[in-house]
């Protein structure tokens, strides 16, 4: 019986200097930032750890990190269970500018003419000034490595235009759009080349 109570207070008193020897594991993160195209972006600046190391803070990222992609990137930081996340937007600015079109389609080829291109309200949004026609600003959105132009309609909706494309993120210019216009029932087709 003596032996089963030394036993039992042995137990207790190594659970008792267990727990007490347990640290508790605090992960801090930033809030979410945003970077210029091609800018670095150090995921752990900023990043603070009690009761571990911060070299042990293992960051991954959805979608896979590029910073010559315009995308939302989610960055989830894990240390001994403890985790968090953040989200990293690389924007599109440094793809605005005046750049020369030249458009080759199924009518014919034009330009190259002028065109300027002016972020949107979004990270990733582009406003394409005078894109095909004089006067109608068209919007785009990119996402990764596809530019994006959801059909929209002008000239009291008789003409509807819609495209992707794609863009040099190390460069910071647009290349190109693959386009397609309804123009008063009839259909053009091409590609619009960017130069500058």
């Keep these: 019986m003596k032996n089963w109570l030394k036993f039992t207070a042995a137990l207790i008193i190594g659970a008792f200097i267990f727990t007490a020897c ?5 992960l801090t993160v930033p809030g979410d930032a945003t970077i210029d195209l091609g ?11 009690d009761g571990a190391k911060l070299e042990d803070v293992q ?3 959805n979608p896979a990190w590029n910073n010559e992609l315009v995308d939302l990137y989610v960055a989830s930081y894990s240390v001994e269970g403890e985790t968090a996340q953040r989200n990293v937007y690389v924007r599109a600015d ?13 009518t ?11 972020r949107g309200t979004e990270f990733n949004e582009l406003r ?26 002008f000239f009291s909706n008789n003409v509807t235009i ?14 190109e759009l693959d386009y ?16 500058r």
């Design 59 to 61: 960051v991954l990222w």
């Design 180 to 195: 397609t216009i309804d123009y008063y029932g009839d259909e053009i087709v091409g590609k619009a080349t960017f130069t």
């Design 94 to 106: 440094k793809l605005t500018g005046n750049y020369a079109v030249t458009e080759v389609d199924n």
């Design 128 to 153: 394409f000034n005078e894109l095909f026609f004089d006067d109608i600003i068209v919007n785009g959105v990119i996402n990764g490595a596809v530019i994006t132009i959801p059909s929209q309609n």
């Design 22 to 26: 347990e640290t508790e594991v605090t």
């Design 162 to 175: 819609q495209a992707t494309g794609s863009y040099d993120g190390a460069g910071h210019k647009i290349l």
């Design 39 to 49: 800018d670095d972006f150090d995921p752990k600046a900023g990043v603070t750890v």
């Design 108 to 118: 014919g080829t034009f330009g190259p003419y002028p065109m300027n291109v002016t």
